[in-house]
C-alpha cells in the first residue's frame, strides 16, 4: 500500500485551513489545530511566514482557465529567471 497524498493548505489572507486528497480528488476545510506541529505551523503562517514540507510547487491561480492555460497569474506571469519567483 503506498503513502497517502494528502496536503494541507492555507492561503494568505484566509485564516482557514483545507486538506486535499489527491487520491480522492477531495478538498475539505479542517478545523483550526490547537495542539501539535500543525498548529505551530498555522500560527507562524498566521504571522506571515511560509511553511512549506514535502512540497516543490505552491502557487495561488486566479482561475481554473488561468491554471489550464499555463499562466500562474491574470497578468500572463511567469516564472522570473533572475529570481525564480512568479511574477508579472
Do not use: E
Not at 475539505?28 to 507562524?44: E, F, M, N, S, V
Request: aromatic content about 4%; hydrophobic content about 50%.
Amino acid at each position: 500500500m503506498g503513502m497517502a497524498r494528502l496536503v494541507v493548505l492555507g492561503i494568505q489572507g484566509d485564516d482557514g485551513l483545507w486538506v486535499a486528497d489527491l487520491d480522492a480528488g477531495t478538498v475539505t476545510q479542517i478545523g483550526a489545530p490547537t495542539t501539535g506541529a500543525l498548529k505551530a505551523a498555522d500560527d507562524l503562517r498566521k504571522a506571515g511566514a511560509s511553511v512549506i514540507k514535502g512540497v516543490n510547487l505552491a502557487a495561488l491561480a486566479t482561475s481554473a482557465d488561468a491554471v489550464s492555460g499555463g499562466f500562474m497569474d491574470a497578468s500572463g506571469g511567469f516564472m522570473d529567471p533572475s529570481g525564480g519567483f512568479m511574477d508579472k
